[in-house]
């Protein structure tokens, strides 16, 4: 079955302590990418990647950070969590065409995190 | 920071109704996107756009990419309780590798 993966689903954490949610797809898929959900404010990019080792900052990226060693995973790090990270987190996948088009894009079930 | 002001927020209708929400941008955006939330899951994609004045339907669902290329809508027509859910419009610029999302309309539909 064609999906994305993503743990945990939910995590309670403290200020500072590092953490790494894991991302992974089995679609083949070039682009990933991760985006957080707050109330009212929809879903904002935090970082995409276009390829194994190609990774680029979206709209919100400052306190995470990506690393794409292998297609497939795509984890998202959070070095010093701080409160205001609190948020419900998805990651996505998709193909990219070279005609420049979107494919559709995947999203994983989405991770709740709670920084203290 | 938020670049798509979708209305409206939220919507409360009976069962049959049809349904319209948009999305204004100051931006110009080569794709408009729609998707749908339901509860605890991630969004779903419904309806891409490519071309500015495209009008593109999916079942009761239909989306239009504005002239300008700086707003979209969608409508859904005779919407039925599985409607029930959020949808999000989304938009890619020129360079087609970040995305950017509205905020959101709730629709809630009465049976």
């Known amino acids: 079955e064609a999906q994305v993966t993503q743990n945990p689903r939910y995590l309670i954490t403290v200020t500072g302590k590092k953490l790494t949610v894991t991302c992974s797809q089995n679609?083949?898929?070039?682009?990933m990418s991760w985006y957080r959900q707050d109330p009212g404010l929809g879903l904002r990019q935090i970082y995409y990647?276009?390829?194994?080792?190609?990774?680029d900052k979206g709209d919100v990226p400052e306190g995470y950070k990506v690393s794409r060693k292998e297609k497939r995973n795509f984890p998202l790090i959070l070095e010093s969590p701080s409160p205001n990270q609190t948020s419900l987190y998805f990651c996505a996948s998709s193909l990219s065409k070279t005609s420049g088009n979107t494919d559709t894009q995947y999203f994983g079930p989405g991770t709740r995190l709670t920084v203290l | 920071g938020q670049q798509l002001n979708q209305s409206p927020q939220s919507m409360f209708i009976q069962e049959g109704e049809d349904v319209s929400m948009n999305c204004t941008s100051s931006?110009?955006?080569?794709?408009w996107l729609w998707y749908k939330q339901d509860p605890g899951e991630g969004p779903v994609l419904l309806i891409a756009l490519y071309k500015a004045g495209e009008l593109t339907s999916n079942g009761r669902l239909t989306a239009q990419f504005g002239i300008t290329r700086k707003d979209s809508f969608l409508n859904i027509s005779a919407s039925i309780p599985s409607d029930v859910g959020i949808y999000f419009c989304a938009g890619q610029k020129y360079n087609f590798n970040k995305f950017y999302f509205g905020s959101g309309t709730k629709l809630n539909v009465k049976p």
């Open positions: 931006s110009i955006f080569n794709t």
């Open positions: 990647s276009m390829n194994v080792e190609v990774t």
């Open positions: 679609m083949n898929h070039e682009y």
